[in-house]
């Protein structure tokens, strides 16, 4: 498609689109406006019951829809409205409720990360949801290294989790390995073959022949495996 794309072309907008909820104490019926910043507000009395919202947003459809689609062209879908994390196997979808606060993040059952505070600064959100990401990495990657560390006999001193911007792990020469929290979007097969691949460099610190020999004794797969890698932009999200 090109960049001259009628109007009409934008009708692809994912539903439900991207919106955030604003709760008021002085609100007695729910209302729906695009904001300036071209983002789908939401506000509703103060003690409102949010699981009606995807009932509200579908008898608004057709307005939303209308609306949204004027300014499609300009509309930033920088947060993410849900989470995947392919190496758990787990969705997350996430909320946004605006109310006069200190942004914070809580979990809800059933997959559900609930924003709450100044949503509409995204930079604060994105920089909330990262840590979060990064807390829920520490939980796997440390223990599956510990894991192939004990079975593949290749001893590290220290392990950081971190985020890095072009390396999925890297390895020192006084035995720290790290390992960058990203990870977790990955199928675990790549994982584990980071994780084999930095082990290995603690005991030879280059990509000599010995070097991808011992990977291989542990990884058979290793070359379709250093293949894919390559190819892992479609697990990562945008907005990170």
Not at 97 to 114: F, G
Not at 133 to 139: D, E, G, R, S, T
Request: glycine content about 2%; some cysteine.
């Amino acid at each position: 498609m090109s960049n001259n794309a009628s109007i009409n072309d934008t009708a692809l907008i994912t539903w439900p689109p991207l919106f955030f909820i604003r709760k008021h104490r002085r609100a007695r019926h729910v209302k729906i406006r695009v904001t300036k910043t071209h983002q789908l507000e939401i506000t509703v009395p103060y003690r409102f019951n949010i699981r009606e919202i995807p009932a509200i947003l579908e008898e608004n459809r057709s307005w939303i829809t209308k609306h949204l689609q004027r300014l499609q062209p300009w509309y930033p879908d920088v947060l993410p409205e849900k989470i995947d994390i392919h190496f758990l196997r787990q969705s997350w979808t996430v909320t946004y409720m605006a109310c006069q606060s200190r942004l914070k993040l809580v979990c809800r059952p059933d997959n559900e990360i609930v924003l709450m505070g100044d949503v509409h600064n995204h930079e604060t959100c994105k920089t909330l949801l990262g840590k979060w990401l990064k807390q829920q990495a520490k939980l796997v990657l440390i223990p599956l290294l510990e894991k192939l560390s004990l079975q593949t006999g290749l001893q590290y001193k220290h392990v950081t989790i971190r985020n890095q911007k072009s390396l999925w792990g890297s390895c020192t020469c006084d035995k720290a390995i790290n390992l960058n929290y990203k990870l977790i979007f990955l199928p675990p097969e790549l994982v584990t073959y980071v994780m084999i691949h930095e082990l290995c460099h603690l005991r030879h610190l280059n990509h000599s022949p010995q070097f991808w020999a011992l990977v291989a004794q542990f990884d058979p797969a290793w070359q379709d495996h250093r293949r894919s890698l390559r190819g892992t932009d479609q697990y990562i999200a945008p907005w990170l």
